[in-house]
T-cell receptor, first 115, second 113 residues
Framework: AQTVTQSQPEMSVQEAETVTLSCTYD???????LFWYKQPPSRQMILVIR??????QNATENRFSVNFQKAAKSFSLKISDSQLGDAAMYFC????????????FGTGTSLTVIP | DAGVIQSPRHEVTEMGQEVTLRCKPI?????LFWYRQTMMRGLELLIY????????DSGMPEDRFSAKMPNASFSTLKIQPSEPRDSAVYFC???????????FGPGTRLTVT
């Protein structure tokens, strides 16, 4: 089974600053999708951003962008101009493009935004 | 469109009681997933269905847990008998074959005393 590793249990960032959350994964597949989900205190899981492995261009959604390094099997999330509402648990997830809809989640990184 | 609906949102029960959690996936979705989230173990996949058929239940902790999906619009996760260590947030998520991501419900917080 694929594994997803988030090595930073906790991170903090000053409001308006930039923070990068790390994620690595292990797979033998070449076609897959990667995701970052956000879980605020309300506990609702919210999709932040998605990256298709066949795309070389890094995905961007407003203040959120990724650094996808396929050879290194790395998928980091950069949050620019951090806001108080960004405080949440962030989960990295992997899904194969060819073997069903199952997701593999990392253990999460808790992000604190300091005013 | 309504998202994934879960009920109840909170459940408090005593050890030994039966607990039934319910999920209504997004209309048109054909995959449904049950997850359990705890501080110690993070987010764990318990079981997932595709076209109402259980595909992978290897994450179901033990025989006390069972899940059903009688039709495309409804699924249940049952715990009988419940134990304090079952206390967690249980999420249901749905997706469809042409989709990339999963869509999560708001979760059910279960407390077993």
């Amino acid at each position: 089974a694929q594994t997803v590793t988030q090595s930073q249990p906790e991170m903090s960032v000053q409001e308006a600053e930039t923070v990068t959350l790390s994620c690595t994964y292990d797979t033998s597949e070449s076609d897959y999708y990667l995701f970052w989900y956000k879980q605020p205190p309300s506990r609702q899981m919210i999709l932040v951003i998605r990256q298709e492995a066949y795309k070389q261009q890094n995905a961007t959604e407003n203040r959120f962008s990724v650094n996808f390094q396929k050879a290194a099997k790395s998928f980091s999330l950069k949050i620019s101009d951090s806001q108080l509402g960004d405080a949440a648990m962030y989960f990295c997830a992997y899904r194969s493009a060819n073997t069903g809809n199952q997701f593999y989640f990392g253990t999460g990184t808790s992000l604190t935004v300091i005013p | 469109d309504a998202g994934v609906i879960q009920s109840p949102r909170h459940e408090v029960t005593e050890m030994g009681q039966e607990v039934t959690l319910r999920c209504k996936p997004i209309s048109g979705h054909n995959s449904l997933f049950w997850y359990r989230q705890t501080m110690m173990r993070g987010l764990e996949l318990l079981i997932y269905f595709n076209n109402n058929v259980p595909i992978d239940d290897s994450g179901m902790p033990e025989d006390r847990f069972s899940a059903k999906m009688p039709n495309a619009s409804f699924s249940t996760l049952k715990i009988q008998p419940s134990e304090p260590r079952d206390s967690a947030v249980y999420f249901c998520a749905s997706s469809w074959d042409g989709a990339y991501e999963q869509y999560f419900g708001p979760g059910t917080r279960l407390t077993v005393t």
